[in-house]
């Protein structure tokens, strides 16, 4: 027993001369959470993450039998929902939690904008969730073609559509994303490249980064708690701050499961390009307060087309987005600065009402 003891103490301090993990330990154990009336907002984050493991490993099981394929798709999701034991219930499971998953980023995002989190030295962290934002959105556009069904295949002709649109470059990027002229197979082989290589790539040097700068400087305090003149309390993130975030993935992994069996993700029928499109065809939610938006403006906007006035919102929106940090001035003096809160407000009532008016206009 003592041999054992002193042959695992060996390759303990082997590995850690080579990878450091003490100097990794040391850090974990000295990291500290602020305590305050907003602290809630801080488990956000880690519930994103949470959901997007979640989406790792379903999405590795549902590749053991997907073939991406115009031919098979539709067929091999439909055999994994039908002969596949608890493959109806993976592939809920992977759909239910992409949309949480996203319904959570937003969530966070909005905390952490309201609660001036993007201050410095934290403009980067928040350069990069903007830019995680971006790619689950991507994530949600790309895989939502693979099962090879009638709407998403109409939604997807829809969304690209969009890109044509764009000035001078608006023929190529169509052709990029549709791999010709049309949504054929060959858009589908390029959506599944880019939702389980392209994305997966790039998001996870991106999550380093920000999960590294989120290390680096720790989790920001509101203004008003700043202000306050009150001692702000903190809590060992390990384990207190650890367990509490485990207790809110383990009931999140209980309602995934509960939402999979209770209401399972239905597959539709397969795609036709010579059927017509399904009445009321619209995209996923996260992309419908968009969607409504470009149905709402006029063909025509004195001489400029109002669809193309519509994308060009969105992108300067995207990019504003991306900037906050730097356009909110006052924030980074440390002065409560109540212009870009209001139009904060007043973006998350038009996400909102945009998007009912999309379910039920």
Known sequence: MIAFETEKSSAAAWLNERLGFDKLAELVRHKQVPQHRHSLWYYLGGMTLFLFIIQIIT???????????????????????????FGWLIRSIHSWSANLMIF????????????????????????????????????????????????????????????????????????????????????????????????????????????????????????????????????????????????????????????????????????????SAPAGIRPEWFFLFSFQTLKYIPGKIWFINGELLGIAGFGVGALALVLVPFLDRRAQRNEVGRLVSAVGVVVLIYMIVFTFLGYFA
Do not use: C
């Open 104 to 275: 959570f980023l937003f969530v966070h995002m909005f905390s952490v904008f309201f609660m001036k989190g993007y201050r410095r030295p934290r403009e980067v962290t928040w350069i990069s969730g903007a830019f995680l934002l971006f790619l689950s959105l991507g994530f949600g556009f790309s895989g939502y073609l693979l099962p090879w069904n009638s709407l998403a295949y109409f939604a997807t002709q829809v969304g690209t559509d969009i890109l044509g649109q764009i000035p001078l470059i608006g023929e190529f990027l169509l052709k990029v994303a549709r791999g010709g002229e049309d949504v054929t197979g060959a858009t589908l082989t390029r959506f599944f490249g880019i939702h389980v290589a392209v994305l997966p790539m790039v998001t996870t040097f991106v999550l380093g980064l920000h999960l590294a700068l989120v290390q680096k400087h720790g989790m920001s305090v509101p203004m008003s708690v700043e202000k306050s003149g009150r001692p702000i309390k903190h809590m060992p993130f390990i384990p207190n701050f650890a367990l509490r975030d485990a207790v809110g993935w383990t009931l999140a992994l209980g309602l995934l499961v509960l939402l999979a069996s209770v209401f399972p993700w239905e597959l539709g029928q397969k795609a036709d390009s010579l059927a």
């Open 59 to 85: 999405g590795i099981l549902l590749l053991l039998y997907y073939r991406p394929t115009a031919e098979a798709a539709f067929e091999s999701v439909a055999f994994i929902a039908s002969q596949v034991p």
